[in-house]
């Protein structure tokens, strides 16, 4: 792109040339349409009653401007993460609501987990273990966002805020907590004839719960620990600075 143009008016304005960012002009007309500005008026101190003729070229320029707008809206919206990208509502311990655009500078795990699962329960304060460890100092950073298997919001948020650790909770009423455990091929046991309805959908099941898939910032699977089958041994594949969101 060029650093500037120039934009030449008429004899008998005021002002002869006048030099315009290019980044400027696009920032205050992106929400105008070309046509709009092509037939205002733009006066340095010209009189108000004869308004400049704009050469075809500013015209043009100003149409591939807006073009360009639009095309960076969508790479800034591609370029978000995938929990924005699906509109993911997330809530932390407090029970205040997270923006997931903050989610970021760490290596994220879906931790599928419940309150009435045994082996999540003994799992949990291990887990909280590994990741205050992990937090804290100069070690990249991990961040976790809890995905309930548990009958009720009121069950998942009580083991939640009693027995796990300084992460994320997926909203229970999201639509996204059915998604991603048949994405990721994770669920409960108990939950296996709503989610296992084909063949196909049953060999996809990697495991059980407790387990966290490890994802990266398009949610593609980077790092499966099947904490059902291993226990807390399976904490030792996940190399956090090998898929950090930046």
Not at 217 to 242: C, I, M, N, T, Y
Request: aromatic share 10%; hydrophobic share 40%; with cysteine.
């Amino acid at each position: 792109l060029l650093s500037s143009f120039t934009v030449a008016f008429q004899p008998g304005h005021s002002c002869g040339l006048l030099r315009i960012s290019p980044l400027s002009l696009q920032r205050s007309l992106a929400k105008k349409s070309p046509s709009t500005i092509a037939t205002g008026s733009l006066s340095m101190g010209a009189d108000e009653s004869t308004p400049p003729q704009l050469d075809p070229r500013f015209e043009s320029w100003v149409e591939r401007s807006h073009k360009m707008s639009e095309d960076l809206e969508n790479q800034q919206r591609m370029a978000a993460n995938f929990l924005v990208r699906e509109n993911a509502v997330l809530f932390d311990q407090s029970g205040a609501q997270v923006d997931p655009k903050s989610v970021g500078d760490a290596s994220v795990g879906l931790l599928f987990s419940s309150g009435w699962c045994p082996a999540c329960v003994s799992f949990a304060p291990l887990l909280k273990a590994f990741v205050d460890a992990q937090n804290d100092g100069t070690n990249t950073k991990v961040q976790l966002i809890f995905v309930s298997s548990d009958p009720s919001a009121a069950d998942a948020q009580a083991i939640f805020k009693q027995s796990q650790g300084d992460w994320l909770m997926l909203d229970y009423d999201s639509p996204l907590q059915d998604e991603w455990k048949r994405r990721y091929g994770v669920w409960a046991g108990r939950e296996t004839a709503k989610f296992a309805d084909s063949i196909a959908s049953f060999k996809a099941r990697r495991s059980g719960i407790p387990a966290i898939a490890v994802v990266d910032k398009s949610g593609d699977l980077v790092g499966f620990l099947d904490v059902e089958a291993r226990g807390v041994e399976s904490l030792l594949k996940w190399q956090p600075e090998e898929f950090v969101w930046e």
